[in-house]
C-alpha cells in the first residue's frame, strides 16, 4: 500500500489521458485535485465508483475540485469505459504503471484465497499547492463522494 499520507508533496507525475493528453501534475497548480485509483475500467466496482464521482460533479465543480481517474488500462479501454459512462472527466491510461507506482497503490492483493498483484482502490486529494490533504484506501464505491467531499 502506499506510503504517501497528508501533508505529502504529491509525486510529480505525468501520464496520458484516453485521448493522448498529457497530464501533468503543475497543470493542476492552484487548483484542487482528485485523483482516484481503480483496478479495472467498466468493472461493477470500478463503474460504481467512477459514476458516483460523475453525478456529483456539478458539487466538485462548486467547491474547485479538477478529478483525474488512473488505471492499469489501454487508452482504448478507457475511452470506452469514459464513453459509454458519460464521465466528465479524463481518465489516465498508466499501462506502463509510471503514475500508478509513484503513488505506491500497486502491490499484491487478495481475492477468493490467490494473491495477485494489482491495483488498490485508493483515492489522494490534493491541495492548490500540490500537497495530499486526504488518502483514501477504504473507498465506498456507490458514496465515494461524499467521503471526498
Known sequence: MTNLKPGDK??????????????????YSGK????????KASTPGCTAEACNL?????????EGYEILGVSADSARRQT??????????????????????????????????????????????????GTIKEVITKVKTKAHAEQIL
Do not use: C
Open 80 to 129: 470506452n469505459f469514459k464513453t459509454k459512462n458519460e464521465l466528465p472527466f479524463p481518465l489516465l491510461a498508466d499501462e506502463d504503471k509510471a503514475v500508478i507506482e509513484a503513488f505506491g497503490v500497486w502491490g499484491p492483493k487478495k481475492f477468493m484465497g490467490r494473491t495477485y498483484d494489482g491495483i488498490h482502490r485508493t483515492t489522494f486529494v490534493i491541495d492548490e499547492t
Open 54 to 62: 460523475r453525478d456529483n460533479w456539478s458539487k466538485f465543480q462548486e
Open 10 to 27: 504529491a509525486p510529480d507525475f505525468s501520464g496520458k489521458d484516453q485521448d493522448g493528453n498529457l497530464h501533468k501534475l503543475t497543470d
Open 32 to 39: 484542487k485535485l482528485v485523483v482516484f485509483f481503480y483496478p
